[in-house]
């Protein structure tokens, strides 16, 4: 998510960030409107005018931790936050609008959901603002940026991740990866292949079944950096290994080696729905929902 200072890029705002901010206001007129049920809809047109309806509760996220609950027809104040943010700001998301256009569909189509991000950034409060009333989760393997991005959004929720894996390796771990232990799906905890994250993340991040997953972290420009080697595979088991549906997964930065020949490999060219820029988009379906389905689509 950061360039190679480790900082992000700072440039005139284009015009495209304006449209995309008024999109996101639409988007959250729409979630509002609809999340009212239509009998309120109906009471409220020929109600009298001085009565005062009651705020209607948001339903609970299933696995959501911690549990929150604030009225749906107000906006909230994290939202009105974002939107200050990116009006006021010259600090724009290294994703084009076009790439930001692709995960907008699905999660306009899937909010509200379980949203697992692998990176934390100046774009963090888009991803949660689009994911309003779901659970939007980041992760980040710099404990300092953390801080950094936390004191400016606090409500953002994030966990710090420590990789032990250098874009060095990526070779000896595509070859790991290509080993039977590799093609079973289970509980990443439990996985016996070298390309897992086993105990890296939270239980809670294990435990969620996520609807979407973006990888766009760890860092992985030059020969030092963790890359994105271990994060792909373990998004890729992750969204094989949930109950039934499917996930959405991402990757970002497909114009770099490791992150073009490990989402292929290990997402499947077979489950590869779009791809915009340097960006991909993937849609895995459930392996335990049927028993037998190859690692990758024959």
């Not at 994703?95 to 692709?102: A, D, G, L, N, P």
């Not at 603002?129 to 953002?156: A, C, H, M, Y």
Request: charged share 20%; hydrophobic share 35%.
């Amino acid at each position: 998510m950061r360039n190679k200072t480790g900082k992000y890029n700072i440039t005139s705002k284009p015009i495209l960030l304006t449209i995309f901010i008024v999109l996101v206001f639409l988007l959250v007129i729409f979630l509002r409107s609809s999340s009212l049920p239509q009998s309120h809809q109906i009471s409220s047109v020929t109600s009298d005018v001085n009565t005062q309806t009651k705020p209607i509760s948001c339903p609970p996220i299933e696995n959501q931790l911690p549990a929150t609950s604030h009225t749906c027809n107000k906006l909230p104040t994290a939202t009105a936050e974002t939107l200050v943010h990116y009006v006021t700001s010259n600090i724009t998301p290294q994703q084009t609008y076009k790439e930001i256009s692709v995960s907008l569909r699905v999660l306009t189509k899937k909010s509200p959901c379980n949203f697992l991000v692998f990176g934390l950034g100046y774009d963090s409060p888009m991803w949660a603002t689009l994911n309003q009333g779901g659970r939007t989760v980041f992760l980040e393997e710099d404990k300092s940026w953390i801080q950094q991005i936390q004191g400016k959004f606090p409500n953002l929720e994030s966990y710090h991740v420590v990789y032990d894996t250098k874009v060095t390796h990526s070779s000896d771990l595509m070859e790991i990866g290509k080993q039977g232990q590799c093609k079973r799906v289970g509980d990443p905890r439990e996985s016996e292949c070298e390309l897992s994250m086993k105990r890296n993340l939270p239980d809670e991040v294990y435990d969620v079944e996520w609807d979407a997953i973006m990888v766009d972290a760890p860092t992985g420009y030059h020969d030092e950096a963790p890359g994105r080697m271990k994060a792909i595979y373990t998004a890729g088991l992750m969204a094989r290994n949930r109950e039934e549906g499917e996930t959405n997964v991402f990757v970002h930065d497909i114009n770099r080696v490791v992150e073009d020949q490990f989402s292929k490999t290990f997402l499947c060219e077979g489950y590869l729905s779009e791809e915009e820029g340097r960006l991909r988009h993937f849609i895995i379906p459930s392996h335990r929902a049927r028993s037998g389905r190859p690692f990758c689509p024959l």
